[in-house]
């Protein structure tokens, strides 16, 4: 079936450093990706997505990866700092393209 | 643009009782969805909706229902509430194509 998971479901940086969250999905079929922040008490939090014709998008401090080839999704951070400590999630759309469906997800948490 | 409203913040329910969750959107969006988010988890899909009168099921569809009478309104009704229903709810919507949903800031439900 359709499913969306997350390789570490913690991740530990330091400020400054660049942080890499992955996820690997199992529809083939997918094509469009979200990334989400949800920080504590809060709801998720668009912060970018990526269409299936494409390899790499980049924002402002972040660039979503897409391999398609292994079905892997990567969020890279850079210079991360203490406002990004949230969890995140990837999310996908379903087969019938109405339906998004989310991933575990993976705490970043950003130290001093 | 207040975007998606959720209500209440904050219940207790007895085992037993029935409540219904209100969420609604002010950005005209068609597809608006619900999700629960269990300590630690990702959020599941419970039911959505594609337009006024139209309502699908998600992958945790069982104990609850829904209606979509306008394009703003898409309450999740719980009938009988039993401590496995304790979650976080989280309402969202978005509009038609490649587009990122908007979320609610979520209704935290617990069943005693």
């Known amino acids: 079936g359709e499913s969306v998971g997350l390789h570490l479901p913690t991740l530990s940086v330091q400020e400054g450093d660049n942080s890499i969250i992955n996820c690997a999905y199992s529809?083939?079929?997918?094509?469009?990706f979200i990334w989400y922040k949800q920080e504590s008490g809060k709801g998720p939090q668009f912060i970018i997505d990526?269409?299936?014709?494409?390899d790499k998008r980049q924002g402002q401090r972040v660039t979503v990866l897409l391999n398609k080839t292994v079905k892997h999704l990567s969020l890279q951070i850079a210079a991360t700092q203490p406002g990004d400590s949230a969890v995140y999630f990837c999310a996908e759309f379903s087969n019938s393209g109405y339906a998004l469906n989310f991933g575990k997800g993976t705490s970043l948490l950003v130290t001093p | 643009n207040a975007g998606v409203t959720q209500t209440p913040k904050f219940r207790i329910l007895k085992i037993g009782q029935s409540m219904t969750l209100q969420c609604t959107q002010d950005?005209?969006?068609?597809?608006m969805y619900w999700y629960r988010q269990d300590p630690g988890m990702g959020l599941k899909l419970i039911y959505y909706s594609v337009g006024a009168g139209i309502t699908d099921k998600g992958e945790v569809p069982n104990g609850y229902n829904v209606s979509r009478s306008t394009t703003e309104d898409f309450p999740l009704r719980l009938e009988l509430a039993a401590p496995s229903q304790t979650s976080v709810y989280f309402c969202a919507s978005r509009i038609t194509g490649w587009t990122e949903a908007f979320f609610g800031q979520g209704t935290r439900l617990t069943v005693v």
């Open positions: 529809n083939s079929a997918s094509d469009y």
């Open positions: 950005m005209n969006h068609n597809y």
């Open positions: 990526i269409r299936s014709n494409m």
